[in-house]
């Protein structure tokens, strides 16, 4: 029965654990899950991490190349995001060239990093208008 109302009424399902000031799996609201990272589990990229936050798995790997800045941005370096959601994921997603959600989702990463300017993009350059990084953050 709960597992019906859970789909049916979502939001009435964590309306009713917020009364009792619980989560649907019986934490505290103001209990996290148990977080895991792991640093280096990808050999062949430049940088990774494997992220465990309860039952959720994330695994980030970068590659840096040098490159030629964009037109648009001499000067400057660029990162491109993306996010791969293979099968294993979840069974709604598919094999092949990534998908309508894979790609919002590395356009809006790459929007968020772009608007926070946490990460200079001139820093990424190696000498002005001549050769510039390229991060591919997967």
Do not use: W
């Amino acid at each position: 029965m709960a597992a019906g109302f859970k789909i049916a009424e979502p939001l009435e399902y964590h309306r009713s654990f917020l009364k009792e000031n619980c989560r649907p799996d019986g934490r505290e609201l103001s209990e996290f899950r148990t977080t895991t990272l792991n640093i280096g589990s990808i050999s062949t990229a430049d940088g990774s991490a494997l992220v465990k936050v309860g039952n959720t798995t994330v695994m980030c790997g970068i590659k840096v190349e040098l490159t030629n800045p964009l037109v648009e941005a001499p000067g400057k370096g660029f990162i491109v995001p993306n996010v791969d959601l293979p099968p294993l994921c979840s069974s709604r997603f598919r094999p092949g060239p990534p998908g309508e959600q894979a790609q919002a989702a590395s356009q809006f990463i790459a929007d968020v990093i772009e608007s926070s300017e946490v990460i200079q993009t001139e820093d990424l350059a190696l000498k002005e208008e001549s050769s510039a990084g390229c991060s591919t953050v997967t």
